[in-house]
């Protein structure tokens, strides 16, 4: 779906008052709106539809092992929370621990996108594993 191009006048009345309400918000309001709007404009570019959860996960990076949380997952995809700087192009490995049966899911991906929230990463290559996660 293509965007329309945002054009901005010099005296847009619906900037104006949409600026003076997150202005009135607190910091931790205009945190939640910004995620509620990052979250909106991603749903549009999508072309698979993600599924909520808060499963954790392990990664490598730079020879060390990192835990964070899935945050959401689709058939093509999945969304990371992490405060670990990794970059567009860039390869991971992942386990991703599952509820049932002490089982986990070992990703091999690839780094779509970045945001301040996390990672997002497409499939290369799902195996099903035995783990003591």
């Given amino acids: 779906m293509n965007r329309p191009e945002i054009k901005y006048q010099k005296y847009n009345i619906y900037l104006a008052k949409l600026l003076n ?3 009135d918000l607190t910091e931790e309001q205009q945190r939640l709106l910004l995620k509620e ?8 570019k999508r072309g698979t539809v993600r599924k909520v ?5 392990r990664y490598i990076k730079n020879d060390r092992i990192c835990s964070s949380f899935v945050i959401n997952f689709s058939q ?3 969304f ?3 405060a670990e700087p990794l970059f567009v192009g860039e390869e991971i490995l992942m386990d991703i621990g599952l ?5 986990a899911i070992r990703i091999k991906g690839i780094v779509a996108h970045v945001n301040r929230l996390g990672i997002g990463i497409k499939y290369k290559e799902i195996i ?3 783990s003591g996660f």
Wanted: charged fraction near 35%.
């Fill in 21 to 23: 309400r997150i202005l």
């Fill in 37 to 44: 709007v990052d979250e909106k404009l991603l749903k549009e």
């Fill in 53 to 57: 959860c808060k499963a954790p996960a």
């Fill in 80 to 82: 990371m929370e992490t």
């Fill in 128 to 130: 099903t594993i035995n």
């Fill in 99 to 103: 509820n049932s049966h002490n089982k």
């Fill in 76 to 78: 093509d995809g999945c």
